[in-house]
């Protein structure tokens, strides 16, 4: 006896094969026929799933494309004791940037003109990495790295007294 009939008390039927239990045993031709049909209709199960979790995902998707010009957040990836970009877990961005494009070298990857401080990085990225920014002559960006101790401390430096 198997041990699944062992255990539920009923032979196993496969969902190819499904007969009632203790029908007569099938012809080669039959078995091969009602296979193929099985088959055929899990197989359109599937596409059917397939469309219907490619329709919500696509609800979410948007067509990114970056001309040579264009200015970009980069996205970083934090993991948990991993040091990517210079920077490290919690109180670091998420993007860093912005960056020009230098060369669009296919239609999901883009060449990326990164400052020294990212010299040891690849400057291929795909285009779910990057964020577009407008440039606003108002944003001031400082690439001075913060230099942070060893007990996770640093000193504020004030860019500008705006009151007295």
Partial sequence: MAPFEALYGCPWRSLVCWVKVGASPMLRPELVYETTEKVVLIQKTL??????????ADQRRRL????????????ISLGRGLMRFGRSEKLSPRFIGPFDIMEWIE???NRLA??????????V???SMLRKYEPDPSHFLDWTDIEVDDDASFEEKSIQVLDT
């Fill in 114 to 123: 990164l400052t020294p401080q990212l010299l040891g990085v690849h400057n």
């Fill in 47 to 56: 596409v059917t799933a397939q469309s219907y979790q490619k329709s919500y």
């Fill in 107 to 109: 239609e999901v990857t």
């Fill in 64 to 75: 990114l494309s970056f001309e040579v010009g264009h200015h970009v957040f980069l996205k």
């Fill in 125 to 127: 990225f795909h285009v």
